[in-house]
Structure formats: C-alpha cells, structure tokens
C-alpha cells in the first residue's frame, strides 16, 4: 500500500507579520470556496529534496484552511529509482535510452502502486515523473488530477519524452515553474506557471541567535575565525559539485584561508547521488578546510540554516534547475548568493537583488571574490534578495496559487491563452512572476 507521510499541525495566521498580509487575505478567501475538498498529494520520498520540504509545509496548512488534505508516496526498490533517475536525467536532456525491460519495470511499480489509491478524492496532485503513469491505469471516477513537474523539461531527450508522455494524456492540467520549461508536444491542454517556494517558518529558515547557529557550525568543524563558502544541494551532476570545488581553488590562491563547505541531503529515489557523493570526498581528500556533510552524519535542517546564516557567500552553480529552493532560503537569511544563470534561479535573482549570475567556473570565482571582498556590496544584495523572497516566494504565496488552479479546476473556469502561438492555455501565479 501507498505510505502515508505524518505531518504536524500548522496555523496559517502564524504567517501573519512574515509574509505579506494582502497574500494571506486572499489565501484564506479562496481556501473558503474549496473548504471540505478533498486533495491529495503523490510523490516519491518524504525527505531528502525540496519537493518534500515544499510538501511538509503546504499539507498541515491545508488543512487547517479547511481542507482534507493527505500526502502520500509511492513504493520501489532500488531497481526501480535506478530507472526514474535515468527518466529524471533524460527529461533534463541527459543522453541515453530506457530499454524495453527498464520500461516495463516502470510501468510495472505503477501497476503495483495503482491498486492502493482510494479512487475518493476530489484533487489529486502527482509530484514529477516517478509516479506519473499511475492515473493511466485506475478508474478515475470525478477527481482532478495535476502533474506538478519539477524539473527543467525545455529540452528533454527525445527517447525519454517520447516514453513518458503517452502517459500524460489523462492528467486535467499540468504545472510547471516556467512557461519555458514545458516541454514540446506537451498533451495537457490547461498549463499553470506556478514557481515553488519556502516556508520561513520551517527549522530550515527560522531566525537562528547569532551564538546559537556559530555554536552549531564549531560543534561540527568548522571554523569561523575564517571566510566561509557554502553549497546546499544534493549530490548531483546538474549541482555541479566539482565545478565548485574547482572556483573554490582558484579563489583559495587570492585567500589561502577560505573554507568551502558542501552540504548534502541523501534522499531514497536519488541512488546516483551515492556515486557523486563518492568522487566529490575523493576529489577532496586530504584538505582539511572543505567540508562536506550530509543528512547520513547528523547535518540536517538546523544545521544547513546555521551555514546559509553564516556563510559569506552561498553558491548555488547549478548548470540545469527547476527552481532551487536553496537560493530563495540563502536570500531569505540576507545571505548573498553566487549562483548559475539557469532555470528559476534568475527569477529569484533579477539583476542588482540577491547575488550574482554565473556561466562558468571562472565566472564563479570572481563573483565569489568580488563579494568576499566588498562585504557592504554582498551584504546589500544580501538584503535585497530577502525583500524580494518575502514578496515573491513565501509559502503563502504558493499556496494561494495552488489554490486558485483547483478552484479553475473544480469550476471549469477558462483560462487567458499564452500569448505565444502555443495551444495550451496558461494560469500564472501572477504574484510570482512580476518584476
């Protein structure tokens, strides 16, 4: 059977003060005309990447606006995550192919899952392309159901998509970060451009006391008599954790004691991380101020706030991303960031707010450099990038979206067109996506 997630209880007037109040007004007034649904939320793994965070914050809080909200995740083994990873890759325009047993183990593990979904909910919301096949292969009966991709699909190799989207058809609507990202010959009709976003009320992004965070940092090594650099992301080839390390030495030979510290969450449906993992420790080695932690000795939430919190710079040298969350959590502490120029990242970080955008490892030193150097200037960005993370993206923000494309759902409200010779009609969480 599906696993159920269990999730506390969370007050949405606790947000009053922190995000913008005309946001929350209006969350509560459209939650009114959806109070009783029921919605559920499908995923891979309850940990270890942003869509869990995304939903450990936005199901209690759906619940207490009055909704019958539930989050639940599939079962697989590690066969299985094998091939979603390849599939995740593919869809990010990784070469290679599924073979005719790989996709039959896929669709297989949704066979498995499918019988386990209770046909009685009336939203039914599908995280990325681990679970995608599953209502293609269950009796539908009134409910509505969205695919929420993650993921920049702008350019997916075509062998992935061509498998993948057959079993896209039956969804009500899509959702993407971007409208960029959609990818071509996309089958579902009513599109939402809907950015992710952080809860500032999480142990991730609360204030930490100044003592109480440089307390956390030494109890774990390091140092803060010395300048600090820090990346948050999983072990992934699209984080780009070499090409860090590789700006981190070049700026090392301009200031010989700067420390460079990776931080990691393993998650359960990311098995290539473990390889990664394995050649970042061994291009490391024997370097005593890069540090590298993950979730596996004890750094989690707490301590990837103390590093955002105290970090001089936080890089984020993405070459491909959905959105990256840990941009808006850096910004969200007044921490400036050094990060690169793809995906959502800048909508985060428009130009003179945030950090700077990066396109190679060159660039990336000298941002680094230049803010380390110019601490008003860093910390100007720094402050900048908060205020537009409190307008922009809050969970409030993402919930008030969310809600008003199952409120369009539930009403069969139509929707503006693009605008851009594509079919498909767009919703856009417009408080997300002004400059």
């Known amino acids: 059977m599906l696993d159920v997630v269990d999730i506390g209880d ?5 947000y009053r003060g922190v995000a913008p109040d005309e946001q929350l007004d209006e969350l509560v007034r459209v939650a009114r005309r959806l109070r009783g649904a029921r919605i559920l939320h499908l995923n891979a793994t309850s940990y270890g990447g942003g869509v869990s965070e995304i939903l450990r914050a936005c199901v209690p809080l759906l619940k207490d606006l009055g909704l019958r909200a539930e989050w639940k995740i599939i079962r697989g083994d590690d066969a299985f995550f094998q091939i979603t990873k390849r599939l995740h890759n593919g869809l990010q325009g990784a070469p290679g192919e599924l073979s005719e047993s790989e996709k039959a183990l896929y669709l297989g593990n949704a066979q498995l899952n499918a019988p386990h979904l209770a046909e009685d909910y009336d939203f039914v919301i599908v995280h990325d392309p681990q679970p995608a096949a599953i209502p293609g292969l269950i009796h539908r009966s009134g409910s509505r159901w969205v695919w929420r991709c993650h993921i920049d699909t702008s350019h997916p190799n075509p062998a992935i998509w061509d498998f993948l989207m057959p079993y896209l058809r039956v969804y009500d609507a899509a959702v993407f970060t971007l409208e960029g990202f959609i990818p071509p010959r996309f089958p579902v009709r009513r599109i939402a451009i809907l950015p992710p976003a952080i809860d500032p009320l999480s142990p991730k992004n609360l204030a930490l006391p ?3 965070a440089r307390h956390i940092l030494e109890w774990i090594g390091v140092r803060l008599d010395r300048p600090l650099v820090t990346q948050v992301s999983r072990f992934d080839k699209w984080k780009d954790p070499l090409g860090v390390v590789a700006a981190y030495r070049i700026v090392r030979q301009r ?4 420390q460079l510290a990776l931080v990691s969450s393993m998650a359960l ?12 420790r061994a291009e490391t080695a024997g370097d005593r101020l890069v540090h590298v932690f ?4 004890g750094v989690g939430n707490v301590e990837v706030n103390a590093f955002q919190s105290l970090s001089n710079v936080v890089i984020q040298k993405s070459l491909r991303e959905g959105f990256g969350l840990v941009v808006s959590e850096a910004l969200w502490k007044g921490t400036p960031v050094v990060a690169g120029r793809v995906g959502g990242i800048p909508m985060q970080m428009p130009p003179g707010t945030g950090g700077l955008l990066v396109d190679s490892i060159e660039e990336c030193a000298d941002a680094l450099l230049h803010l380390l150097r110019h601490p008003q200037v860093a910390h100007a960005l720094g402050q900048s990038g908060r205020e537009r993370v409190r307008q922009q993206f809050l969970m409030p ?14 009403t069969n409200q139509p929707q503006a067109p693009a605008g851009n010779g594509s079919e498909q ?3 856009q969480g ?3 996506v002004q400059e």
């Open 397 to 410: 923000r993402l919930l008030l979206d969310e809600l008003r494309l199952l409120d369009a759902l539930s």
């Open 269 to 280: 449906d990311d098995p290539e991380a473990w390889d990664i993992y394995e050649t970042v």
């Open 430 to 432: 417009a408080s997300a």
């Open 425 to 427: 009609p767009l919703m």
């Open 210 to 212: 100044e003592e109480l």
């Open 10 to 14: 969370r007050s949405i007037d606790t």
């Open 255 to 258: 200031i010989p004691n700067l």
């Open 294 to 297: 993950t979730n596996l000795v």
